[in-house]
């Protein structure tokens, strides 16, 4: 969401407590509760080893990929399964300041800024491609992308483009979609030079921002921040197919699919919880609150918990996608404002950008404790954990399969 539009509360922000932690016990409520994390031989902060497995098969663009398990959407993102196109790179965060107009480059390892470069304006989203070979930049009010080459941290020269407050990928990998939020219209485009092929109008999607898709590729559910719906997009024929209303006042966020491919979750920052909808009739089917201000969506790798940002109340809930239900809340001490982020690519540090504190927050996934504060530029949003395990982005800050 465009900072500058935001309802919800910025916390106090104070030092917090290094502490870690490995656990196997099922997550219990608290600051110090503990969630299965998986054991991986790859370790956050170092560079990312490819991993022999099917998660390596060669991609031919203008083909949607193949799921390697029908009963996972997320069974190529397992921890430390880096595909062969982001081996080898520096484990890094990419953390675009939007008031800044800049990007900090942090070593996961370390907790520093390493790199630090100025970018176009209102700077929202860091997005990895389809390929995995660039992350964009999405420069919203300075109508440019700025590409960053993972292997060298280094940002090339922008491309023009229209209003990207986000940018995703169709699963074939054929076209890029930008997300022209102030025009409530998706841009479909070329995915390396970004010439415009199609622009899909969609007066009905105020503040459109966020999506997913079909476990097969074909639809997004799409939200619709200002006007209190999603909308559902079918990819092929770049068309609005239906439209689901969520509730009167309703803030639509982040969008989320199930492991399992049957249900969507979609972040409501004014009810101050999760909706959850039917990927095969497209209709809403419940509601969970979680914490004010409900914002962000990452599941775990290991795929049996969604991690919920909080963002109006410094919290971060934890989903069961079994049961749909919380089944621990995580409170950063002092409070904060966790926003957009990622899972660090072993699944033991989720990383989290404080939008309205100038701050970026690693928490154990083991227990829930705040790993680091580390401070950062203005506005920070759309924070990009690189690498992630999986064979292709279809973009936002890693929405991996």
């Not at 660090?344 to 927050?361: C, E, I, K, T």
């Amino acid at each position: 969401m465009r900072s500058v539009r935001s309802r919800a509360l910025a916390g106090l922000v104070v030092a917090g407590v290094a502490t870690s932690g490995c656990g196997g016990e099922s997550p219990g409520r608290g600051a110090a509760t503990t969630a299965p994390t998986p054991s991986s031989t790859a370790t956050a902060g170092h560079r990312a080893p490819a991993r022999a497995s099917a998660a390596n098969l060669p991609l031919h663009a203008g083909r949607i990929p193949p799921l390697l398990d029908r009963s996972n959407v997320y069974a190529a993102d397992g921890a430390g399964h880096v595909a062969r196109a982001a081996s080898g790179v520096p484990a890094r965060l990419y953390v675009p300041n939007s008031q800044s107009n800049t990007v900090d480059e942090i070593s996961q390892a370390t907790g520093r800024i390493v790199r630090h470069f100025s970018v176009g304006a209102l700077p929202q989203h860091v997005v990895p491609s389809w390929d995995l070979k660039t992350l964009w930049v999405t420069n919203d009010q300075g109508n440019s992308l700025t590409p960053i080459d993972p292997q060298t941290g280094r940002p090339g020269k922008p491309k023009p483009v229209l209003d990207p407050y986000n940018l995703y990928f169709t699963a074939d990998g054929r076209r890029a979609i930008v997300v022209a939020e102030a025009h409530r219209a998706l841009d479909f485009r070329a995915p390396h030079t970004m010439r415009l092929t199609k622009t899909l109008s969609i007066p009905a999607c105020a503040g459109i921002d966020h999506m997913d898709f079909t476990a097969d590729g074909r639809y997004a559910l799409v939200s619709c921040e200002f006007a209190g719906r999603a909308i559902v997009v079918d990819l092929q024929r770049e068309s609005v197919v239906k439209t689901i209303d969520l509730a009167m006042g309703a803030m639509p966020q982040d969008v989320k699919l199930s492991p399992d491919g049957r249900t969507f979750y979609v972040a409501d920052m004014m009810d101050n919880g999760v909706w959850t909808v039917d990927a095969a009739t497209l209709t809403r089917t419940g509601f969970t609150p979680t914490g004010i201000g409900a914002h962000g969506l990452y599941p775990s790798r290991d795929g049996r918990y969604l991690y919920v940002s909080n963002r109006g109340e410094g919290s971060i809930s934890v989903l069961s996608f079994a049961t749909h239900g919380e089944v621990a809340k995580w409170r950063l001490p002092g409070g904060g404002s966790p926003d957009m982020g990622g899972v660090s690519a072993d699944g033991r540090v989720l990383w989290l950008s404080g939008r309205y504190n100038g701050q970026v927050y690693a928490i154990s996934t083991a227990t829930g404790h705040l790993l680091h504060r580390i401070t950062v530029g203005s506005g920070p949003h759309g924070l990009c954990v690189w690498p992630q395990p999986g064979r292709y982005s279809i973009g936002h800050t890693g929405i991996l399969r």
